[in-house]
């Protein structure tokens, strides 16, 4: 158990006349970097800004900190804002603090990625009227090698992105590629109950490469990441396959 701190009158006479104008201070936005898999890629949420600088540009939700909010509270703050989702998977994913970052004044960003299955992220993006569109992610590098990703609107052209956004995004596809192996990722990007198939089809959009069938299943059941429901898929011919779910959903 912590013991309680005690404030000493020094203390409190140093904060009385602390000048917080001593030391410039930067300002702190806070980006979401919002992911589903779907068609066998990785997409992910963007909106096109209608004020300088880069007006005209497509950037990640995001929203500058306020004074009073923690930094979890603020990116539920922008997926619940500009996206209208709660209760979505999100974790920190790294902080972005280049000096030109951002055109208008000292901007450090704290990026989130959040991950959710295709249907709803579908029908939070049909539910807006403030232009939001779900962008294919173009990773052109193996593995984990890093760096920037492009993004391509429905038609397959690629979309201008504001500031560092091609960095952010490369960033997240790297995390969950990394992290892909000992972490249930795949399992935020599924509903509630799927065959292995789907589950391998979000590990390669995933990672960007074919994976044998018969091993992933061996891997995925030896590990006991998955349980059968004891339910099959239904409208999907004469053999419908069997269905799954997570283990313990609640772990992730």
């Known amino acids: 158990m912590t013991a309680k701190r005690t404030t ?3 203390e409190l006479a140093f904060l009385a006349s602390y000048d917080a104008t001593r030391f410039p201070r930067p300002s702190v936005a806070v980006d979401v970097v919002l992911l589903t898999v779907r068609d066998g890629a990785i997409w992910a949420l963007l909106g096109r800004r209608d004020d300088h600088p880069h007006r005209g540009r497509w950037a990640l939700p995001g929203s500058f900190l306020r004074i009073e909010e923690s930094l979890d509270a ?3 703050r922008v997926l619940r804002t500009k996206a209208g989702l709660r209760g979505v998977f999100t974790e920190q994913l790294y902080t972005f603090g280049s000096p030109g970052r951002d055109p208008r004044t000292r901007v450090i960003a704290v990026a989130y990625y959040a991950l959710i299955e295709p249907a709803s992220l579908e029908r939070a993006v049909a539910s807006r009227t403030d232009g939001l569109i779900l962008a294919r992610l173009d990773v052109s590098w193996p593995g984990e090698t890093g760096g920037p990703v492009a993004a391509l609107d429905s038609s397959g052209i690629h979309l201008p992105l504001a500031f560092d956004h091609a960095e952010i995004l490369g960033m997240a596809v790297k995390r969950i590629r990394g992290k892909l192996d000992y972490a249930p990722i795949g399992f935020e990007l599924l509903p509630a109950a799927f065959p292995l198939r789907d589950l ?3 590990h390669e959009a995933i990672l960007g490469r ?7 299943r061996r891997r995925i059941l ?3 990441l998955v349980v059968p ?3 099959r898929a239904a409208g999907v011919g004469h053999r419908p396959p069997e269905l799954y779910r997570f283990s313990d959903r609640s772990a992730t």
């Open 74 to 76: 603020a990116a539920a």
């Open 8 to 10: 000493t009158d020094d």
């Open 222 to 224: 030896d590990r006991g």
């Open 210 to 216: 074919a994976l044998n069938k018969d091993s992933f």
């Open 229 to 231: 429901t004891g339910e």
């Open 200 to 202: 391998r089809l979000v």
